[in-house]
């Protein structure tokens, strides 16, 4: 018998710009919230998420991480987890600042979440089997003080 579970999926169900300004004219300071899902698309197969780490991106930059607690998906079924994320004071390149203040104006603000998660499958007490799971999404949100999500496309490879 040849048993391959399905890997589990990372998408996004909503975010919330709640704020966004640069300093200086080029020093990020910004306050998102993501909801993030976690599907087990498997009938007999558990999932237990031991160790995730979800980062965000404008641009190739790095503005903030955040750590999410462990736990466990049932079969065919679906984990929340709200991600609180603040940036202060972070230093983009001015060409990024320049494109940010653009999309402010324009009311759509590009982001990336990539993720990585400790994933483990329980088929019964007798086969687990362990591995890794590389999240990313490419988001769009409209400008704060009210930024709400507009579009979204979320990959999860292994």
């Known amino acids: 018998m040849l048993f391959r579970p399905r890997s589990p999926r990372f ?16 020093l990020l300071n910004a306050d998102v919230t993501v909801l993030a899902n976690f599907t087990n698309p498997n009938k007999k197969v558990h999932v237990d998420f031991s160790y995730l780490v979800v980062n965000l991106y404008y641009e190739d930059t790095l503005i903030a991480s955040r750590a999410i607690y462990p736990f ?48 483990r499958s329980n088929l019964g007490s007798f086969l687990r089997y362990s591995y890794w799971l590389y999240g990313k999404c490419s988001i769009v949100v409209t400008a704060p003080p009210s930024g709400v999500l507009v579009s979204r496309s979320c990959r999860t490879k292994r």
């Not at 982001?111 to 990585?116: A, D, P, R, T, V």
């Open 72 to 119: 466990s998906v049932a079969s065919r079924q679906t984990m929340f987890a709200d991600v609180h994320m603040v940036t202060s004071q972070v230093r983009l390149p001015i060409k990024d600042s320049q494109k940010l203040t653009e999309q402010i104006q324009n009311n759509g603000i590009e982001f990336q979440l990539k993720g990585y998660f400790r994933t």
């Open 11 to 26: 998408d996004v169900s909503s975010v919330t710009l709640n704020a966004a300004y640069l300093d200086m004219g080029y």
